[in-house]
């Protein structure tokens, strides 16, 4: 059964900074692109980022591009969200999602955790 | 970015319609279109990808058409489990992988 459990949200302050982890597991964690994708309270969804299966493949949405680093560990089966500077608008709950088709495209999620809330405000 | 626009953004129905929702995206993405379902609490469901694909366990009064800049997501007779929220989702031109706004079927 495929697994994804985020960790690392909380309340910070803005311009601080928060790393957020996924743990996968249920299925060969380095066959496969995964995402990040976060949902405001009450809003609909934003992809945020995605990362191929050997970190040669790497986009983020415009939002967060040049404060968000995203990066995996596939012997960890592990997906990481670095965010800095942190705003307001940034708070959401932060989805690890794993790629329906493969390794080395985004395309579709076909497996989502549960979400980790990050909240900015002072 | 590719935009992507549903509508309506919402509606009401009732038990055992037929449904459609609507998806347009701002230039050609061919079939790279997916659709997803969210109910209130949980995390979004893949319904369709591939524009038409059924995901493997979804019931098959969910059914998805079109191709370019035009798509639509049909549910054949509404199930009381299917009132949530839906979106479409491209991935013809990334980044950024763009969702649309969602449309969320309620209760009539």
């Known amino acids: 059964e495929v697994q994804l459990v985020e960790s690392g949200g909380g309340l910070v302050q803005p311009g601080r900074s928060l790393r957020l982890s996924c743990a996968a597991s249920g299925f060969t964690f380095d066959d496969y692109a995964m995402h990040w994708v976060r949902q405001a309270p009450g809003k609909g969804l934003e992809w945020v980022s995605g990362i191929s299966w050997n970190s040669g493949s790497i986009g983020y949405a415009d939002s967060v591009k040049g404060r968000f680093t995203i990066s995996r560990d596939n012997a960890k089966n592990s997906l990481y969200l670095q965010m800095n500077s942190l705003r307001a608008e940034d708070t959401a709950l932060y989805y690890c999602a794993k790629d329906l088709e493969g390794a080395t495209t985004l395309s579709q999620i076909d497996y989502w955790g549960q979400g980790t809330l990050v909240t900015v405000s002072s | 970015a590719i935009r992507m626009t549903q509508s309506p953004s919402s509606f009401s129905a009732s038990t055992g319609d037929r449904v459609t929702i609507t998806c347009r995206a701002s230039?050609?993405?061919?079939?790279?279109l997916a659709w997803y379902q969210q109910k209130p609490g949980k995390a979004p469901k893949l319904l369709i990808y591939a524009a038409s694909t059924l995901q493997s366990g979804v019931p098959s009064r969910f059914s998805g058409s079109g191709s370019g800049t035009d798509f639509t997501l049909t549910i054949s007779c509404l199930q009381s489990e299917d009132f949530a929220t839906y979106y479409c989702?491209?991935?013809?031109?990334?980044?950024?992988?763009?969702f649309g706004g969602g449309t969320k079927v309620e209760i009539k």
């Open positions: 230039q050609g993405i061919s079939s790279y």
């Open positions: 989702q491209q991935y013809y031109s990334y980044p950024p992988l763009t």
